[in-house]
């Protein structure tokens, strides 16, 4: 153990202290041996991708939301958001945020397609980022609606947000 010089204090290091360095290697303990063919099983295969529960021009279905989404958009990206983030971000701040971008630079697809891609690698859904980006640019309404009818499809009730689901499902 170490000894200190005379004059200064001596500190009540335990023996073998962990200082970030390793002390010594003894092979029969480690579990490596250079000749070991044991390998880490292989991970999971990745779930196959599935397709989105409705079409992009499916619109028809619920025109009352679709006429929402084409006079303010910010209203159903709000909806979405919320629930994509978890509740994480509220369906007002989502929507306020959307509407201060269109405001600034006139674009709010620019905002919103990542929430198409956060959804995708949430629910693994057929799509890529790139075709996330071209849907939202050509036709924003449509995208969101999807979006929208993407998560009810899935249980969601969009108009209670992310805590009331919560709550709802907890109480069942």
């Known amino acids: ?15 073998g202290a962990a200082t970030g360095f390793p002390v010594s290697y003894n092979s029969a303990t480690s579990g490596y041996s250079g000749a070991s063919t044991d390998y880490a099983p292989p991970p999971p295969p990745p779930k196959p991708l599935v397709e989105w529960s409705t079409g992009l021009c499916d619109c ?3 025109p009352g939301k679709s006429c929402i989404t084409l006079c303010c958009p910010c209203i ?3 909806q979405v958001a919320e629930i994509i983030d978890k509740g994480s971000t509220s369906c007002g701040a989502s929507g306020a ?25 949430q629910y693994g859904l057929k799509g890529n980022d790139c075709t996330d980006c071209l849907i939202h640019c050509c036709c924003e309404a449509c995208a969101l609606c999807q979006e929208y009818r993407e998560l009810e499809n899935r249980g969601f009730n969009m108009v209670i947000g992310w805590h009331g689901n919560v709550e709802q499902r907890t109480e069942e």
């Open 1 to 15: 153990m170490y000894q200190p010089e005379e004059g200064k204090p001596a500190y009540n290091q335990p023996q």
């Open 60 to 62: 028809c279905s619920d």
């Open 76 to 78: 159903t990206f709000g």
């Open 97 to 121: 945020l959307y509407t201060l971008i269109c405001c600034v630079i006139g674009c709010g697809c620019l905002y919103s397609c990542f929430y198409r891609s956060k959804m995708r690698q």
